[in-house]
C-alpha cells in the first residue's frame, strides 16, 4: 500500500518567506511526528500529533513554526520568515497507535535550503 | 524530558570486522525499537525489543535489550558495505504515547 508522502521533495527559498511542507501519512495512522535533521545529525523531534489530542509541540524550536493537522489526516509545517539556520531536512511519519507500540514510517523528506 | 544516548556516534571498520551501537537511558524504557537510515535516505524499521533481557536476530544483526530495560545494543557481525549508514535506537516513554530517538550512530565501513 502507499506509504508516508511529503511535498514538495526539495524547497529553495529566500530568507524571510514563508514556507509550508505537506505531510500525507499512511491512511488510518493516528499518530503523526514532524523532525528536523540536518546534514551529519541526528532527529530532532519537533511536534507530535495523536489522534484528536492537543498536539506536542515541545520541540518546535521558536515561536516561527507551526503546524496543524486537518482532519487527523494531512499536516501541514508552516515556517515563517524563514532563516539559513533553518535549512534542513524536514522528516514526516506517522505510526498506529492501537494494539501496543507501533513502529514509525517515514515518508522521504523535503530538503529545504534558505538562501 | 527522557533522553536516549547512543555511542559511539561515529565509527569506521573494514568490511569482515564486527560493529557493536549502544543505547542507554537513565530511565526504564518501555520498549527499544531499531532503525537504519542509509545515506540519503529516510529512517526505516528493523526491529523491536520489549522484554527485559531479549535477544532477536536478523541474519547478521543481534539486537538486545538489558536486563534492567535501560539499555539496548546492536551487533553487526562481519560487516558489509551494505551495512553502511546510520543506525538509531527509539523507545517509548512509560506512557507509550511519544517515540523518543536516540543520537545515533553512523556506521561507514570500507573495502
Known amino acids: 500500500g502507499a506509504g508516508v508522502s511529503q511535498s514538495p521533495s526539495n524547497k529553495v527559498t529566500e530568507k524571510g518567506k514563508d514556507v509550508e511542507l505537506r505531510c500525507d501519512p499512511i491512511?488510518?495512522?493516528?499518530?503523526l511526528y514532524w523532525y528536523r535533521q540536518s546534514l551529519g545529525q541526528g532527529l530532532e523531534f519537533l511536534i507530535y500529533?495523536?489522534?484528536?489530542?492537543?498536539?506536542?509541540k515541545s520541540g518546535l524550536p521558536s515561536d516561527r513554526f507551526s503546524a496543524e493537522r486537518t482532519g487527523g489526516s494531512v499536516s501541514t509545517l508552516t515556517i515563517q520568515r524563514t532563516q539559513q539556520e533553518d535549512s534542513a531536512v524536514y522528516l514526516c511519519?506517522?505510526?498506529?497507535?492501537?494494539?501496543?507500540?507501533?513502529?514509525?514510517?517515514f515518508g522521504p523528506g523535503t530538503r529545504l535550503t534558505v538562501l | 524530558g527522557q533522553q536516549v544516548m547512543q555511542i559511539p556516534q561515529y565509527q569506521h571498520v573494514q568490511e569482515g570486522e564486527d560493529f557493536t551501537t549502544y543505547c542507554n537511558s537513565s530511565?526504564?524504557?518501555?520498549?527499544i525499537q531499531w532503525y537504519k537510515q542509509r545515506p540519503g535516505g529516510h529512517p526505516v524499521f528493523l526491529i523491536q525489543?520489549?522484554?527485559?533481557?531479549e535477544v532477536k536476530k536478523q541474519k547478521r544483526l543481534t539486537f538486545q535489550f538489558g536486563e534492567a530495560k535501560k539499555n539496548s545494543s546492536l551487533h553487526i557481525t562481519a560487516t558489509q558495505t551494505t551495512d553502511v549508514g546510520t543506525y538509531f535506537c527509539?523507545?517509548?516513554?512509560?506512557?507509550?504515547?511519544?517515540?523518543?530517538f536516540g543520537t545515533g550512530t553512523r556506521l561507514q565501513v570500507t573495502l
Open positions: 511519519a506517522s505510526s498506529r497507535t492501537r494494539g501496543g507500540y507501533n513502529e514509525q514510517f
Open positions: 491512511s488510518g495512522h493516528t499518530a
Open positions: 500529533f495523536q489522534g484528536n489530542s492537543a498536539p506536542d
Open positions: 530511565t526504564t524504557l518501555s520498549n
Open positions: 525489543l520489549v522484554k527485559s533481557g
Open positions: 527509539a523507545a517509548y516513554t512509560g506512557t507509550a504515547s511519544k517515540l523518543t
